[in-house]
Nanobody
């Protein structure tokens, strides 16, 4: 069982930045690929960013490339989504995910609202 807790969401003006940390269960984190998804109002959930267990490889949605980065700290069992140059269309609930032993786990989500 993997427990995920996101934080760091909030209201920010367009062009601003936010960092979303996600803390995961110790003991499983280093063996889990991690990712961030988001669901905007009226839209389907989409993958925002992913990172491998070692942190050596990352991938991003085209809509956030060049603006968002994902990183992980295995010592602290935490994955981070750094969001820069935020746009109103980035407004969504952001969910942290972990894939551990081929099972996907989800956090409760954190709301990010970008005002124009």
């Amino acid at each position: 069982q993997v427990q995920l807790v996101e934080s760091g969401g909030g209201l920010v003006q367009a062009g601003g930045s936010l960092r979303l940390p996600c803390s995961a269960s110790r003991g499983t984190f280093a063996f889990s690929a991690m990712g961030w998804y988001r669901r905007a109002p009226g839209k389907q959930r989409e993958l925002v960013a992913g990172i491998t267990r070692s942190g050596g490889s990352t991938n991003f949605a085209d809509s956030v490339k060049g603006r968002f980065t994902i990183s992980r700290d295995n010592a602290w069992s935490t994955v981070y989504l750094q969001m820069n140059s935020l746009k109103p269309e980035d407004t969504a609930v952001y969910y942290c995910t972990a894939r551990y032993l081929s099972v996907d786990y989800w956090g409760q989500g954190t709301q990010v609202t970008v005002s124009s």
